[in-house]
């Protein structure tokens, strides 16, 4: 490009198809003729819906800018590595306004757009918020200022999904975190993915961010952020723990967790119905966590003390240490030093056989099922005790990945035979039918007392009621006599007057 009019050639065949629907423009050549028979020519496209530019320089970005007006189905646009002036953005923001596009996607990646750059973007971005899905503003140099101004604009993009606000300054913008927050706890936001990656964000920006971030994305990447410390990390482990938390994915790669940091983000997973995966590191990094901070993450995943609280063990999580952006499932997985080898079985069991992660982990790690909680129900519990056992068989010809996953190399999960199993059940039934008569005797016995007790309230009432019954027979006797001396009395009475 660049002898004669090359460039404007190539505009013109653009401007003529009906099949492209991509275009990437990197480096235009000298010549601001050529960039304008370029841009003309593009202008009638009409089947382009992506369109890339990068490091385009002053005049090509207005150049573009003017073709855009005519890209009435582009739906896709990404614009990077150019320093647009304040007039520049503000230019872009009146194209948005104008309702010329109706974009889908919008990237603007390391274009120094700055606080005044979002500011003057902001009413663009709220007329086309309502079609908006993605919007990216990696590497601009937004702070404090930019990204309250950049939630105000957001306010009408209801059908956004994935932020990519990354490597740019928030280390303090706790006021712009907080607004970010209250705008993804607003009724009408849906976002899955927020990208905060290497923002500089401390303690406080993170107990800003987390409460919306947990409860309304999917994923949350807050990599590279080493500014955060265990304490910060305590306001996101409350978020894990929270019923409403939404998270599935969250990567805290290149921070410096620690022992420290992985007990706190252990207890966040106790309860937690939704994460999937934990990325605790990417790329080559070595992740500085001990035996001792594993360990937590293995009573998180499988809690030993009792029947029970196995059961209520975590059984969601699959994944603590990869980066799903870098990890490449045809090389070899490189399991952390000084991990216990439980955490890798019981990883691999909720990722492998989900539906039967909880029944693995209490035949694995109780070998003996006490029966005696549920004596006090009586044989009712028989049944389900037996159905228990019945849905736990798959459990003994369940196997996962040993090692690398390319060898198909599996391993059983229990280590018992059927015959062994069938044993088991037997034994527990056994116990349980035992013990029932023992707890019906007890019953029977009770039942003895207060039947006791009847007979003596019984005999109480009918000797009440014979005394109450003589009473009233008294009571007649007495009437009767009264009546019989007034009788007497006037016979008296009439003798005497009679004499007289």
Known sequence: MGKG???????YFIGRSVKIQHLDICHFPEGRQQIDAFFDGLARNQSIRSLSSHQLGDYGSTALLRALGNLSQLEELTYSGSNLTR??????GTLFESGACKLKKLWLYNNNIGDDGVAALASGLRSIGPSLNKLGLSDNSIGNEGLSALVAALANCTSLEELDLS???????AAGLISLSDWLQS?????KHLDVECCGINDEGLQALCVGAAKHCEDLQLAGNDAITASGLRYLSTSLQSESCRLENLYLGR???GDDGAEVLARGLIGNKSLRCLHLR???EDIAITRAGWSAFSAVLCDTSSVNNTYLSNHTIQELWYDCYVHDDDEDEDIPENIDEDIVLYLQLNDEHPQYAARCKILMNHTHLDMTPLLQWGLKCLPLAVGWFERSKPCTILSINEGDPNLSRRRQVLDESKEVFQSRILTALYEFVRGVPKKVLERRDELALVAAYDDKIAMVEEEKKRIQEDVESRKRKITQLEEENKRLRGVVESVRNALD
Not at 87 to 92: C, K, V
Not at 167 to 173: E, Q, T, V, W
Not at 187 to 191: A, I, S, T
């Open 5 to 11: 009019n090359d460039l404007g050639w190539l505009g």
């Open 87 to 92: 007039n520049g953005w503000s230019a872009l």
């Open 167 to 173: 490597c740019n300054d928030f280390s303090l913008a």
């Open 187 to 191: 009724n009408q936001m849906d976002l």
């Open 255 to 257: 921070m410096n967790i």
């Open 282 to 284: 990417d790329y080559e």
